[in-house]
DNA sequence: CGCGCATTTGATCGAAATCAATATTAGTGG
DNA sequence: CCACTAATATTGATTTCGATCAAATGCGCG
């Protein structure tokens, strides 16, 4: 699959790039499929490009001093691995958490030709996200907090409409500790959601009826208090 | 004062610039001072480059839908401010707890003379910063996510030895917002820290005798559950 | 098929939210 | 500078929500 064709195109770094030097954008990456729960790098490992997710699904995971790691972000079709090691060095882990296909884009590439101001560009695009999803966990209510992320992944899953479908691809477990969460409050929180008509589950199979409700849902009362 | 007797500089865009260019920098950005609890910019203006937090502090907030705000993120010198505006628009408001001392960095200047792969590294340190916030902010008990708010003020205010002592330039409303928390929740989280003896406070002056103790309290058990 | 892991459900406990009231501080104008 | 006012901080009592403990069910996979 050639950047010319591929439908992350538009989120990726040669968006704007096109005739000859995207050929030679395409010449300078190199294509990778990764196994569910294969390890894409460490922690700690020394930085060595970005990886363009193509399809599938990564999670980042940081270690904690006990052996136990929380996940931190996870990463869609469109997203780039490796913002936050620029000349640095990986500052968590990223496992695959279904079969993924990538492309390395090796930093020499990335900083040069005119793209670095459209890294620049992600990267401000990444904050943004950031700061987007410290709202939204800043809700104490546990179906809340699920809702803003059910509707975050939904958003990257299922783009087109209102109405959207996807298979979760991590685990209550995972996503429980994204939020902050034991398994069992994120799961009754999904009980709540679901006999709220905010959603359907059938296996990892999800299904939001009206994005707009959710997104109602959530964001009303979501602060603790003004400032 | 110009940037080569700057003491923010190891943390500013030009960190490695010397010489003419340096002049050159000195000579495009504007310094300017911002009253305690004005506005630097709203949300949704349109992005016109970069400021350098030289003295004093902000503030960033997001507008919730009914008209209350929460804090998103502290900014202290050495800081640059508009790194989730990127070519876009500012994602939050600005205010000054202080009265603070900025650098306006033009957009055009940091996009010249090989400033580019400094900034793109400046927004990588943020990505960490906000990454390590977010784990801290996960763990459930409220004086643990004080501690670590703590810890990371007294890293910026006071970054030399084990023992810190520094102002909060904020109110304690506005660290329970950060932290997702009500204020009295907040109140008796100071007074839990005071009483284990890991800070000591006089008003606003907060004193943390063993900055060593303060994050061993926080890192234990901070996540909610392994994955 | 059986084993291990994830999900689901229930009961109890604990931490923080909420409600309420007072004390303190900061900011205002006289 | 002081008095006055509003906002913030502090403390207490009660309620609610999620954590914890425990157990059962369901599922994927060798």
Redesign the interface.
């Known amino acids: 699959m050639l950047c010319r064709n591929c439908p992350c195109r538009p989120n990726c770094l040669p968006a704007r790039v096109t005739g000859g030097p995207l050929a030679a954008f395409e010449g300078a990456i190199k294509q990778r499929e990764l196994q569910q729960r294969h390890t894409l790098v460490r922690e700690g490992d020394p930085f060595r490009g970005y990886y363009a997710v193509r399809s599938g699904s990564l999670?980042?995971?940081?270690a904690?001093?006990?052996?136990?790691?929380?996940?931190?972000?996870f990463l869609f079709p469109g997203d780039i691995a490796g913002?936050?090691?620029?000349?640095?060095r990986w500052?968590?882990s990223l496992i695959a958490l279904e079969s993924t296909q990538l492309c390395w884009i090796p930093e020499s590439v990335a900083?040069q030709g005119g793209l670095?101001?459209r890294?620049?560009?992600l990267?401000?695009?990444?904050?943004?996200r950031?700061?987007l999803?410290?709202?939204n966990?800043?809700?104490?209510v546990s179906a809340r907090r699920l809702a803003a992320f059910l509707a975050e992944v939904g958003s990257r899953l299922a783009p087109d409409g209102p109405e959207k479908r996807f298979e979760l691809p991590m685990h209550q477990?995972?996503i429980?500790?994204y939020l902050?969460?034991?398994?069992e409050a994120t799961n009754r929180a999904f009980g709540a959601l679901r006999k709220q008509g905010l959603i359907q589950q059938e296996g990892k199979a999800v299904k939001i009826p009206d994005s707009g409700a959710l997104r109602q849902y959530f964001?009303?009362?979501?602060?603790?208090?003004?400032?």
Do not use: C, Q
């Not at 913002?83 to 640095?88: D, E, I, K, M």
């Not at 990267?123 to 943004?128: E, S």
């Open positions: 999670k980042a995971l940081a904690g001093k006990d052996g136990t790691d929380s996940v931190i972000m913002l936050g090691a620029v000349s640095h500052p968590k900083n670095e101001s890294l620049s560009w990267i401000g695009v990444r904050l943004r950031i700061y999803a410290h709202i966990r800043a809700s104490r477990r995972e429980a500790s902050g969460l034991t398994t964001t009303s009362e979501s602060t603790p208090r003004p400032v």
